[in-house]
């Protein structure tokens, strides 16, 4: 069994002890907390299951990892503390451990990331022996081993179009929703994700990854934004209100241009209502669903529709981004220490897990 600690236990943080727990190749050893009122409760109970795990969490990190566990979990956010999560990453690479995590944008496609994210943890693997892998759902497999896998069921290809399409009243980040992307905000309000070369930041690394494994070289990556206000005021369940005329929507692409055109296309639509922009592209049902389209022919269209923590569809995306990273800990324990991206870590079969909760 590899000894695997989960690190942070908010919207991540506690699918990944549930994927840790249910894993037959894993075993969960430590649960690291920072707030201080989740210190000393149960595993199971931060993670939302009907059992005690008798795992108590702790804030005691040099604890946790002078005991060597062989993987980590990094579930804390990196939105606003990317230096804080690298440091914390790296220190537990140098601690010997394969780390999987959704939390460092700009290392979801080593090759491209800047040296002063890359060479860090370089140097942690050459110290440490352990091991990176970075990934989630978008940034993650719905524009990497997705898209890729679909584009091999065509005999042409002309173009792919990667959405994102969702109404984030249902995302439990009420920071990140009204303050990263400006939902219910003015219209003239800078949201941070939205300014200039942070979509590219963010979601660049997946262009250029579906580009090197396509064999095409990008000329450049552009960016589009487009905003809409409310028409009305509206109450969200879990978020309250959002007044008329700030921001209800935004629309955006990243595109990767080849030979001129937009060929590789990341897209998200978020709206805070359903009411607004109903003219943009809406999910097949719900409140939220993942979709590739590939041009050509035949033309395919794919629609992942993930429903967790009582049919929540953010949960549910939340739930597939930690299977991808929590399913790799054991390939990663066997592979060399290195970092790795979505080309090199397979996409594998749920092995041992077929009807696991009736037996």
């Known amino acids: 069994m590899i000894a695997t600690v989960v690190w942070g236990t908010g919207n991540v943080g506690r699918a990944a002890i549930r994927a840790v727990e249910a894993h037959p190749a894993l075993k969960l050893t430590a649960v690291v907390v920072h707030n201080p009122d989740k210190v000393g409760r149960d595993a199971g109970d931060l993670a939302g299951i009907d059992q005690e795990l008798g795992i108590a969490a702790t804030d005691d990190v040099e604890a946790v990892l002078a005991a060597s566990p062989r993987a980590v979990v990094y579930a804390a956010s990196g939105d606003i503390r990317p230096d804080d999560a690298l440091a914390d990453i790296t220190r537990a690479i140098r601690a010997g451990a394969v780390v999987v995590t959704p939390s460092l944008y700009a290392l979801y496609d080593p090759r491209s990331a800047p040296p002063e994210l890359r060479e860090p943890v370089l140097a942690a693997i050459a110290d440490g022996g352990g091991s990176l892998f970075v990934s989630g759902v978008d940034p993650g497999w719905g524009n990497d081993v997705l898209p890729l896998l679909i584009s091999g069921l065509g005999s042409e290809v002309d173009a792919i179009r990667c959405q994102e399409i969702f109404d984030y009243s249902t995302y439990?980040?009420?920071?990140?929703?009204?303050?990263?992307?400006?939902?219910?905000?003015?219209?003239?309000?800078?949201?941070?994700?939205?300014?200039?070369?942070?979509?590219?930041?963010?979601?660049?690394?997946?262009?250029?990854?579906?580009?090197?494994?396509?064999?095409?070289?990008?000329?450049?990556?552009?960016?589009?934004?487009?905003?809409?206000?409310?028409?009305?005021?509206?109450?969200?369940?879990?978020?309250?209100?959002?007044?008329?005329?700030?921001?209800?929507?935004?629309?955006?692409?990243?595109?990767?241009?080849?030979?001129?055109?937009?060929?590789?296309?990341?897209?998200?639509?978020?709206?805070?209502?359903?009411?607004?922009?109903?003219?943009?592209?809406?999910?097949?049902?719900?409140?939220?669903a993942h979709k590739v389209i590939i041009e050509g022919r035949p033309r395919i269209e794919v629609s992942v529709e993930a429903v967790d923590e009582g049919e929540n569809r953010s949960a549910g995306g939340n739930a597939t981004a930690v299977g991808r990273l929590v399913n790799a800990i054991d390939w990663l324990a066997e592979a060399d220490p290195g970092l790795y991206d979505a080309l090199d870590v397979p996409l594998r079969p749920a092995a041992g897990k077929l009807g696991r909760n009736s037996r």
């Not at 487009?226 to 028409?231: E, F, G, P, S, T």
């Not at 009305?232 to 990767?256: C, L, N, S, W, Y």
């Not at 709206?271 to 607004?276: G, L, V, Y």
């Open 172 to 288: 439990d980040q009420p920071d990140a929703v009204r303050w990263l992307i400006g939902m219910g905000q003015p219209l003239d309000y800078q949201a941070p994700m939205l300014m200039a070369t942070v979509p590219t930041m963010v979601w660049g690394g997946q262009i250029r990854l579906m580009a090197r494994a396509l064999g095409v070289e990008i000329d450049e990556i552009r960016e589009t934004v487009d905003r809409r206000a409310l028409d009305a005021t509206v109450t969200t369940r879990t978020m309250g209100e959002f007044e008329k005329d700030t921001q209800g929507a935004i629309r955006f692409e990243v595109q990767g241009i080849v030979g001129g055109e937009p060929l590789i296309v990341i897209e998200h639509v978020t709206r805070i209502h359903a009411s607004c922009a109903t003219d943009w592209p809406m999910p097949p049902s719900g409140d939220g």
